[in-house]
C-alpha cells in the first residue's frame, strides 16, 4: 500500500538557517503531495502541495518538488525564523483515491 | 467564510462511556474525512463520508466506532464503551469534490481515563 517515510525529529535549528526535512513516499500511479503544518494545539494547515512530477510547490518561503525518480518531497527554506516552529508532516493521496495518508511528522524547534 | 468546526474541542470520558465528536465542514463541502493521531504519531485515516453516505471505511476500527453524515448537521464520529487507548486527537477535514485538497478542523482531544 502507499506510505510517507518521513525524516525523523525533532531539529533544532537557529534563526536564518537552512532548513531541509526529507520526505520519501511508496505508491501506485500517480500521487499528489502535501506538506502541512500544525502550530501546538491546532490542526493541521496545508503549506504547499504538487500533483504532478517536477512540480514544485512553495508558499512563505518554504518550497518542496516532486521528484519521481526518487521517490522524493524534501521541504526547503532557505532562512527560518522563530515562528517556524511546528510539526511538519509530509502526505500523499494516491491516484483514485480521496484519503491522505501521512507521514510520522517532524518537530521543528527554532532558537533565536 | 468559517473554516471546518469541531466541538467539542476537549472531551474526557470514564473507561466504559460513549463519545461522541462532531464536526462541521465549510460551507459548501459536501466531502468529510476523518483522521486521528495518537501522541507523537502521525495522523492516519479512518473514514470517508459523503451526505449520508460511508465511502471509505477501511481505517475505521472493527467494534465500537461508527460514523455517519447525515443531509442535515456535523458529521459524527461515534465511540461506544471508551477504552484508555482511544485517547487520542481527533480530526475532521472537509472538501468541495474530490479533486480538492482538504481543509482540517482544530481537531477534538479526547482523554480516556
Known amino acids: 500500500g502507499n506510505s510517507v517515510t518521513q525524516m525523523e525529529g525533532p531539529v533544532t535549528l537557529s534563526e536564518e538557517a537552512f532548513l531541509t526535512i526529507n520526505c520519501t513516499y511508496t505508491?501506485?500511479?500517480?500521487?499528489?503531495l502535501f506538506w502541512y503544518v500544525q502550530y501546538p494545539g491546532e490542526g493541521l494547515q496545508l503549506l504547499l502541495k504538487?500533483?504532478?512530477?517536477?512540480d514544485k510547490g512553495s508558499n512563505k518561503g518554504f518550497e518542496a518538488t516532486y521528484r519521481k525518480e526518487t521517490t522524493s518531497f524534501h521541504l526547503e527554506k532557505g532562512s527560518v525564523q522563530v515562528s517556524d516552529s511546528a510539526v511538519y508532516f509530509c502526505?500523499?493521496?494516491?491516484?483514485?483515491?480521496?484519503?491522505?495518508?501521512f507521514g510520522q511528522g517532524t518537530r521543528l524547534t527554532i532558537n533565536p | 467564510n468559517a473554516g471546518v468546526m469541531q466541538n467539542p474541542r476537549h472531551l474526557v470520558r470514564r473507561r466504559g462511556q460513549e463519545a461522541r465528536l462532531r464536526c462541521s465542514p465549510m460551507?459548501?463541502?459536501?466531502?468529510v474525512y476523518w483522521y486521528r493521531q495518537l501522541p507523537e504519531e502521525g495522523l492516519k485515516f479512518m473514514v470517508y463520508?459523503?451526505?449520508?453516505?460511508?465511502?471509505?471505511e477501511s481505517g475505521m476500527p472493527k467494534e465500537r466506532f461508527s460514523a455517519e453524515f447525515p443531509k442535515e448537521g456535523p458529521s459524527i464520529l461515534r465511540i461506544q464503551q471508551v477504552v484508555r487507548g482511544d485517547s487520542a486527537a481527533y480530526f475532521c477535514?472537509?472538501?468541495?469534490?474530490?479533486?480538492?485538497?482538504?481543509?482540517f478542523g482544530p481537531g477534538t482531544r479526547l482523554t480516556v481515563l
Open positions: 463520508l459523503q451526505k449520508e453516505n460511508i465511502i471509505d
Open positions: 504538487a500533483t504532478k512530477a517536477d
Open positions: 460551507k459548501g463541502h459536501s466531502h
Open positions: 502526505a500523499l493521496s494516491g491516484q483514485g483515491a480521496q484519503k491522505l495518508v
Open positions: 505508491a501506485t500511479g500517480y500521487p499528489s
Open positions: 477535514a472537509s472538501s468541495p469534490d474530490i479533486y480538492n485538497e482538504q481543509f
